[in-house]
């Protein structure tokens, strides 16, 4: 192969990877400290993608601005799920297995909600509009200005993130939580307050993919739980309550999948995440990088 | 866990004639009812026998599985792939058996995970197996879809699903009074303990995966008919799943009669929104599931059960 078409799938394999690592890393940071499966997340995406279209569409308001309103408007609506749904589960649920089933069920309850309000408001149309599609050749590889740009952002909150966990009081106190929650409390960490930034921060982060997303996927109601589904294989990968090992497998699924589906065919690409996501599971079930980096 | 010699006589026969009496009347429906009520009956028998199959692994152990539209879907392909070559009834058995074959031949590297990597192992697997056949159809007849042409009437169809939900809910009602039933059960309460006191846990499991699979491939392969049309999307629509899950749910994950009660209910609900609300109707499935984790987490027959044998045992004293 030619070093163009190389650098070509890196380039679409990063792009994916960012925005698979975005979306991972938020569901892996509720799954971490409060051992919640968010089914969907995926729908956060969704409405992140319709709010940013609609704001387009109807104020041409630009989608970079839309961004940090998506990313706000998205947090506020993970503090108010947490707030009212999860916190009078938690002090309901007799163990961390019955918590596990039933959290699972509300979460598919609010996707259900979340898809066919949707679909009901908007129908179930595809949709999409172009933006920034000026293409820039960068070592000979073709590439438009909007995908660039969702890689940058990608990229640039998913250091943000390595940045707020490695170095900060607050990041430790959620990686102290993740590893040992009633050790974590009696050392005086706030669990409450945890659990509460966690869901704004995975809410805002998905709904910021869904916003990236946009600007070059077709939007429909629908398109939510494939991502869903993609971020576990993500976390997965990287290991359930591991986030670093999530922004490493996210790109690292991109990859995959960009360079698998161009030595096979496009419609094969759903077949390669899934085998390799149940071989990952049958075989290393606490994910590629084990317990090792967190 | 209340065992089969604890219960009185009496209420052993009641329950049978309560039985009998809805069996009569469920064989002699097509008799005099119209094709609606009819098809309307055979939906809800058909979601029975998902239901209660469903709560025969993931209610008793506790290992939720979103597996069922898998083995649903296989169970369509395979009467798809065998209408018109071999007897209709040959088929169904035929697609139980492909459905537990499969199961049997997963489960033992499935069943080892457990918790949430259980429930997206198994979301995997449907997906799997949709684009699977997906690429399969492609490639081999240039299409995706099949229509199947000459159909059982709506009656043989009928009382086809009515042999399978009653074979279905006797399976769960057994199993559940039986000693494979604790030993369910004993995992769900600590499955490491119940191995610690010498129950070979991953062998019940498995077979309990393997019976419960059988019955959505048999469920599958007459819904192929009754449809006439099949395609992927449709057959490994994990909305299947999704809905046992909330049927079980509704009713009670632990017994039968919840199984039923919850099929009963979102049937009727289904019924009346489904063909000209969709949304509407997938919206009201979702507030149900999160009032009922919200708000009554034991589902409705549990707690009403429970207040009933409270009664029963204040009026014997």
Redesign the interface.
């Known amino acids: 192969m030619e070093l163009t078409r190389i650098l070509q799938l890196v380039f679409t394999g990063l792009i994916m990877g960012g925005i698979y690592a975005l979306i991972a890393v938020g569901l892996n940071l509720i ?1 971490g400290t409060m ?1 919640l ?1 968010n089914i969907a997340h995926g729908e956060l995406i969704m409405l992140g993608a319709y709010t940013t279209y609609w704001l387009y569409m109807m104020y041409g308001v630009s989608p970079l601005l839309s961004m940090v309103l998506v990313l706000g408007l998205s947090a506020v609506i993970g503090l108010v799920v947490c707030l009212f ?1 999860f916190f ?2 938690i002090r ?2 007799r163990s961390i ?2 918590l ?7 979460f ?6 979340f ?3 949707a ?2 408001l908007w129908t179930a149309d595809i949709r999409g509009y172009s933006y920034m599609t000026q293409v820039v050749h960068i070592a000979g590889v073709p590439l438009m200005h909007n995908r660039l740009l969702a890689l940058g952002i990608a990229l640039l909150v998913c250091i943000a993130c390595y940045i707020l966990l490695q170095k900060t009081m607050l990041g430790k106190a959620i990686r102290a939580l993740i590893q040992d929650r009633e050790a974590s409390q009696l050392v005086g960490i706030n669990a409450n307050f945890i659990y509460l930034f966690s869901f704004g921060v995975a809410f805002g982060m998905a709904g910021l993919a869904g916003c990236l997303l946009s600007m070059f996927y077709e939007i429909t109601p629908f398109m939510g ?1 494939p991502y869903t ?1 993609i971020a ?2 993500v976390i ?1 990968l990287g290991g ?1 309550g591991n986030i670093l090992g999530s922004l490493l497998g996210g790109f690292l699924l991109g990859l995959l999948e960009t360079i698998g589906v161009s030595v096979t065919s496009p ?2 690409r ?2 390669l995440s ?2 390799l ?2 071989l990952i ?2 075989i290393r ?1 606490k994910g590629i990088f084990g317990r090792g980096v967190y | 866990m209340e065992g089969g010699f604890t219960r009185d006589m009496g209420r052993e026969k009641r329950l049978l004639g309560v039985v009998g009496l809805i069996l009569l009347f469920l064989c002699l429906l097509p008799l005099v009812a119209s094709d609606y009520h009819v098809s309307v009956t055979l939906d809800l028998m058909m979601w029975i026998a998902l239901t209660a199959s469903w709560i025969v692994l993931s209610g008793y152990t ?1 290992y ?1 599985s979103l597996g069922h539209s898998a083995f649903f879907g296989l169970g369509a392909y395979l009467m798809a792939m065998t209408w018109t070559r071999i007897p209709f009834g040959f088929s169904v058995v035929l697609a139980g058996l492909l459905s537990a074959g499969f199961a049997f031949a997963i489960g033992f ?2 069943l ?2 457990r ?3 259980f ?3 198994t ?3 449907t ?2 197996t949709k ?2 056949f ?2 399969l159809e ?1 490639k081999l007849g240039g299409t995706v879809g099949r229509i199947l042409m000459m159909t059982p009437s709506l009656h043989i169809l009928y009382y086809s699903i009515l042999v399978v939900s009653v074979i279905a809910v006797a399976t769960a009602y057994y199993i559940k009074n039986s000693r494979f039933g604790t030993a369910l059960f004993s995992i769900k309460e600590d499955e490491d303990a119940a191995n610690a006191i010498g129950i070979n846990t991953s062998l019940y499991k498995w077979l309990a995966f393997g019976l419960s699979a059988s019955f959505p491939g048999m469920v599958g392969s007459i819904l192929a008919l009754r449809r006439s049309y099949i395609d992927p999307y449709t057959v490994f629509n ?1 909305i299947v799943s ?1 809905q046992v ?2 049927m079980a ?1 509704v009713g009670g994950l632990e017994d039968v009669e919840g199984a039923i009660v919850g099929a009963v209910i979102l049937t009727l609900v289904s019924e009346a929104l489904w063909a000209r609300y ?3 109707y ?2 009201i ?6 009032f ?3 708000f009554m ?1 034991l589902g409705l027959v549990f707690p009403i059960k429970q207040r009933l044998a409270k009664k029963s045992k204040e009026s014997h004293r």
């Open positions: 799954y051992r499966l749904l009078p589960v309901s649920s297995a019955v596990e089933s039933n959290s699972l069920l509300i598919f309850g609010l996707s259900f909600i898809t066919n309000t679909s009901l739980l589904i576990f294989i997965v359930l419609g094969l759903p077949i899934y085998s996501f149940i599971i049958l079930p | 506790g939720i590297p499935f080892r995970v918790g949430p990597y429930v997206i192992l979301l995997g697997l997906e799997f684009y699977l997906i690429n492609i994990p999704f899950i909330v749910f969709p949304y509407t997938m919206i499935l979702g507030v149900i599931m999160v009922i984790v919200r987490p």
